[in-house]
């Protein structure tokens, strides 16, 4: 108790020291707190920006699917598997999917287009589908229209196609006849022609069954969960709860498994930059510790020189470096919790937009979570208790005269 009392009187006492060193110590927290907010709220902003705007969180295809995708591998989605899927406690939405591509014609152009079909209504709940459109109307708008399409800007061009114009495609059917039918553009979707939806075409799912010769079969069940961070949990207890050898049920990790490797890869190199910053923080809290306590070599020759035990030195140094440590910590989380709120509404412009992962990244933005507070916290104090040991040994087992002598 006489330590800590003691320890607090020397942070008033010198009380600019005190304020110097505490700030130094508090700049390289939020620093550190800062940098580890915008790497987890990049990577979180990625995921969510990929499972929102396409993949879902969890898929459920036939079995081999995703390896060998294919208009053949397709399954019926029973009443069953959907009253499962409603019924899941971790499950906030789902919507089938079909895909395949056709030749599209419009008088005398023509392209290979990939097609994807869905249910409009549940697909805007999983996904969103409906702010892509950018010009036109949405698959559920488009009412009194026979086989609406929603067209990629990409393809677009190509075809120069506008609203209301009357698309023919021919593909293959799943019965192994020739599909051929009349479409009708109601909307484009993408914002350039590098996006992912500019290079699409999408129609609702009875079209697309109808014109393929599906039936009542699908390729995908796309599923949104309550937390993206479940899904390889979700996935299994899904896998169990279907229960058909059939069906593979894969989180967004392994259904994106090329973006997910990339942020791996990206987030093993990224531990190296959190790495030097570290070792900002530690040489700033050390030079900080080093400057305080020699300082007060003259008062510590002082103390020794009247008797003082040195293990009571030590310990003073030690628990004053810490003392300081936690106040600037507890001062500067603050600052970090408003910095790192601030970057997570408004966010780092990056200009022109980068695809990553075949995602396009326009921001940069930090997050607000335990581990971006608290793990430099810790780190920023568990530094000054370790610096402070050398400085505190030395102040300890100096002799008293050459201590004095040494101010």
Request: hydrophobic share 50%; with cysteine; charged share 15%.
């Amino acid at each position: 108790m006489l330590t800590l009392r003691l320890a607090f009187r020397n942070l008033l006492r010198h009380k600019s020291r005190s304020l110097l060193c505490g700030l130094s110590m508090m700049g390289a927290y939020v620093l550190f707190s800062i940098s580890l907010g915008f790497s987890d709220g990049s990577y979180g902003g990625l995921i969510r920006m990929l499972t929102d705007t396409h993949s879902g969180h969890v898929q459920i295809h036939q079995k081999d699917y995703l390896e060998a995708p294919s208009l053949f591998r397709n399954f019926k989605l029973t009443a069953e598997i959907k009253n499962q899927l409603t019924a899941h406690p971790e499950v906030l939405a789902w919507t089938p999917r079909i895909f395949s591509a056709a030749l599209i014609f419009r008088e005398n152009k023509s392209t290979i287009a990939r097609l994807m079909a869905i249910d409009p209504e549940r697909e805007a709940q999983v996904t969103t589908m409906r702010e892509k459109v950018q010009s036109g109307v949405y698959l559920t708008e488009a009412v009194g229209v026979t086989n609406p399409i929603l067209l990629g800007l990409q393809l677009q061009k190509l075809i120069q196609a506008k609203l209301g114009d009357e698309l023919i495609f021919i593909g293959q059917g799943a019965d192994g006849s020739i599909a051929n039918d009349l479409f009708t553009v109601v909307g484009i979707v993408g914002k350039s022609s590098t996006d992912a939806e500019a290079r699409r075409i999408y129609m609702t799912l009875e079209s697309a069954q109808e014109f393929l010769s599906l039936g009542e079969r699908i390729h995908e069940v796309t599923l949104r969960l309550q937390n993206y961070a479940k899904a390889r949990s979700a996935a299994v207890n899904l896998q169990e709860i279907l229960n058909n050898e059939q069906l593979d049920v894969q989180p967004w990790q392994v259904v994106e498994e090329q973006f997910y490797k990339a942020m791996q890869a990206d987030q093993q190199g990224n531990w190296i930059t959190q790495a030097v910053i570290m070792l900002i923080v530690g040489l700033v809290v050390l030079i900080t510790v080093l400057v305080n306590v020699f300082e007060r070599r003259h008062e510590y020759g002082l103390l020794l020189a009247l008797g003082t035990p040195p293990v009571f030195i030590f310990r003073s140094v030690i628990v004053e470096m810490t003392m300081l440590s936690s106040l600037s910590v507890f001062v500067g989380l603050f600052f970090s919790f408003s910095l790192n709120l601030y970057f997570s509404v408004e966010g780092i412009a990056i200009e022109p937009p980068m695809e990553y992962g075949g995602v396009l990244f326009s921001d940069i933005i930090s997050e607000v979570s335990l581990f971006v507070l608290f793990v430099p916290a810790v780190f920023t104090i568990a530094v000054a208790f370790v610096v402070a040991f050398f400085p505190a040994a030395k102040s300890a087992l100096a002799v008293p005269i050459e201590a004095m002598r040494g101010n």
